[in-house]
């Protein structure tokens, strides 16, 4: 991470990541190496350090914080895997994706076994709750997935369920990453649902921020494919701002469209349009809509008393990723 990780989260996250294997729990030689395949490489371990900064927050140090945070990571990594087979990529942490190396076959049921052991974790704190909100986020991450894939190459239709899709796929998972630590700490509904508003719009940001680096990045930085969401056929917020600003761009997508492919001379050109037309400068702008939105829930958390470096932390990641494409 570009943002300083404080030590008693990072000797956490040591011990988390130290049991992936044990949770796994794959003692054959062959199916080891496939699903064990994309821990080989962590990646910014973002949703576990967020539910382990949660639970100092509110002084949760209980061993059931290691398994839980462990699923935050599982859930993730299914559905990287399923992705990828989706999008037919080739890169994922500037290497070689589960899909390249082993075949669509074995990173599918790879993906399913790895969201069978995040549910088999689950039930281990005997909370229906917590069970509830994993589980919700599960289904709400592959219906934003089934209309996201509903939508590809529909400019039209991808505005009017971006807020959804971007909701599904990835604000609810870190929704839950947040709410999760303060149910098992018994914290107060009111807390608890502070919580969940908190991870909810940090998912939000995040996912706008990889919608932005998608067009500004480079595949080494990105560790994927540059304008890879654009090649697909996805069509994120910066792309929909600049549509509203330039009617040729929006003609020349409709064209793009509807032969459902596009070239790398098109892609750049699109490139060029979508920063000429503003928008990036748009949807930074919504993304500081958000940031302040975050900055009033931080002010919250400091009114109960909460722990004040885990609270810093917070802050210096939400507008890490406001200025990371600085």
Request: hydrophobic content about 40%; glycine content about 4%; overall charge negative.
């Amino acid at each position: 991470m570009a943002f300083a990780i404080l030590p008693e989260i990072q000797k956490d996250l040591d011990i988390l990541t130290s049991r992936f294997n044990e949770y796994l729990d794959v003692k054959s030689t062959e199916p080891q190496a496939v699903v064990s395949y994309p821990f080989q490489k962590p990646g910014k371990l973002l949703r576990p350090a967020c539910f382990l900064v949660c639970c100092h927050m509110l002084h949760y140090h209980e061993d059931q914080k290691y398994i839980l945070g462990s699923v935050c990571e599982f859930i993730h990594i299914a559905s990287l895997l399923h992705d990828d087979v989706i999008d037919e990529a080739k890169l994922r942490r500037n290497r070689f994706t589960s899909s390249q190396m082993f075949g669509p076959t074995l990173a599918i049921l790879s993906g399913d076994y790895i969201y069978a052991t995040a549910c088999h974790l689950m039930t281990t704190c005997g909370s229906f709750k917590v069970l509830n909100i994993f589980t919700d986020a599960v289904r709400q991450m592959s219906l934003s997935e089934i209309t996201q894939w509903e939508v590809l190459w529909d400019p039209d239709k991808s505005s009017k369920y971006y807020d959804s899709i971007i909701a599904g796929k990835t604000a609810g998972l870190f929704s839950a990453c947040f709410e999760v630590p303060a149910v098992l700490a018994k914290a107060s509904e009111e807390i608890q649902l502070g919580f969940k508003k908190f991870g909810f719009l940090l998912g939000k940001l995040f996912q706008m921020t990889d919608d932005y680096l998608d067009y500004v990045g480079t595949t080494g930085e990105l560790g994927k494919e540059r304008l890879k969401d654009l090649k697909t056929g996805k069509i994120t917020l910066p792309l929909l701002y600049a549509m509203e600003e330039s009617r040729e761009l929006s003609l020349r997508i409709k064209e793009i469209a509807f032969k459902k492919e596009i070239t790398e001379t098109e892609l750049l050109e699109i490139q060029k349009q979508v920063t000429d037309s503003g928008g990036l400068e748009k949807t930074q702008k919504k993304m500081s809509e958000i940031v302040l939105e975050l900055e009033t829930l931080l002010e919250n958390f400091k009114k109960n008393n909460f722990h004040v470096p885990t609270l810093e932390f917070l802050h210096d990641m939400m507008t890490y990723w406001l200025v990371r494409h600085q």
